[in-house]
């Protein structure tokens, strides 16, 4: 596991960019996994910015990991108008290479196989992920058990509050999601992990230099031969 860590926030969304645009760069159609959250949108800020330099996204394909249940893809709470707001929206990223799970059907086992299906057929080259306050990876949640695969996940309350600041309230704040899985994450080929800010030292530490184990499912991330955590200082300020 390699552990980057920068004086700063922008210095780490930078840096995280670049290697997205070091996979686009190298590969002739390369799949990146795509994560939501406050954390990405300084990426996606600069991802635009190196569209906008001359970068080309017609030969991506991209993966979402989560999506709320209950919300639909034109609800702007959604992930899928995240990903409209903060990145889809600027880049040349084909309509239909777009994929992020539909949590606004009622035959959720058919989403969650269709996404499955999705995942099988593109391989993921490069997985980005956030982590959570406590310790998760998109949506899967500390728990006794860990699913492989696409699931439906009920929110913890730590997770519902975390993302109220998104919302008008907390009450507003889905409590079920639609989110990848252990397995799927793991398959990627490369993962990197970017997090910020002081409130993630703790998960961070726990993710890197804890004891494997469910609850807290970044630690997963050790199983994996090829993860990056790009930190900057706050979030690293547990790292011995
Ligand atoms: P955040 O979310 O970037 O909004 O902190 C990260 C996550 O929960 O994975």
């Given amino acids: 596991m390699e552990v980057?860590?920068?004086p700063d926030a922008y210095?780490?969304?930078l840096y995280t960019a670049t290697l997205v645009e070091t996979t686009i760069r190298q590969l002739s159609s390369p799949v990146l996994g795509l994560a939501?959250?406050?954390t990405m949108i300084p990426v996606y800020q600069h991802l635009v910015q190196f569209h906008r330099r001359g970068l080309r996204f017609e030969h991506v394909t991209t993966i979402n990991l989560d999506e709320y249940i209950g919300l639909e893809p034109t609800d702007r709470h959604s992930y899928h108008a995240f990903m409209r707001e903060h990145f889809f929206d600027h880049v040349d990223l084909p309509l239909d290479c777009r994929y992020i799970p539909s949590g606004a059907t009622c035959d959720l086992t058919a989403a969650c196989q269709a996404y499955d299906e999705i995942l099988r057929a593109h391989p993921i080259d490069l997985q980005l992920l956030g982590i959570g306050v406590n310790g998760h990876i998109g949506f899967n949640e500390p728990a006794d058990h860990l699913k492989p695969h696409t699931h439906v996940v009920e929110?913890?309350?730590d997770t519902i509050r975390q993302n109220a600041r998104f919302f008008d309230a907390e009450?507003?704040?889905p409590t079920r999601?639609?989110?990848m899985g252990l397995q799927s994450i793991l398959f990627a080929k490369r993962i990197v992990l970017l997090a910020v800010g002081a409130s993630k030292a703790q998960a961070v530490r726990e993710a890197i230099i804890g004891d494997i184990r469910t609850t807290v499912p970044a630690s997963l991330l050790q199983l994996h031969p090829q993860v990056t955590f790009v930190l900057d200082e706050a979030a690293a300020q547990q790292l011995p």
Wanted: aromatic share 6%.
């Fill in 171 to 173: 009450e507003r704040v």
């Fill in 4 to 6: 980057r860590v920068f």
């Fill in 177 to 179: 999601a639609i989110t």
């Fill in 11 to 13: 210095g780490a969304a």
């Fill in 155 to 157: 929110l913890t309350e």
């Fill in 36 to 38: 939501t959250g406050g």
